[in-house]
């Protein structure tokens, strides 16, 4: 955003393309951390014990 004020004010395109780089620098590095987190269940993987306790044994109802 500053590379978009800058670039009136300086006459100078050169602000408003080095933000827009960023930008997508940004987004790139947001994408492969997320890749990174989900990997797991990009490729159908189970997620592990301790995130879901919870087995299909403690769920039945017992009577």
Not at 10 to 36: E, I, K
Request: charged share 15%; aromatic share 10%; net charge positive.
């Amino acid at each position: 955003m500053i590379g978009t004020i800058l670039t009136p004010l300086t006459d100078n395109d050169f602000y408003d393309a080095l933000s827009g780089l960023l930008l997508g620098f940004m987004l790139c590095l947001a994408a492969l951390l997320l890749v990174r987190e989900f990997y797991s269940l990009l490729v159908g993987k189970i997620s592990p014990r301790k995130i879901y306790p919870l087995s299909a044994q403690s769920l039945t109802v017992k009577r």
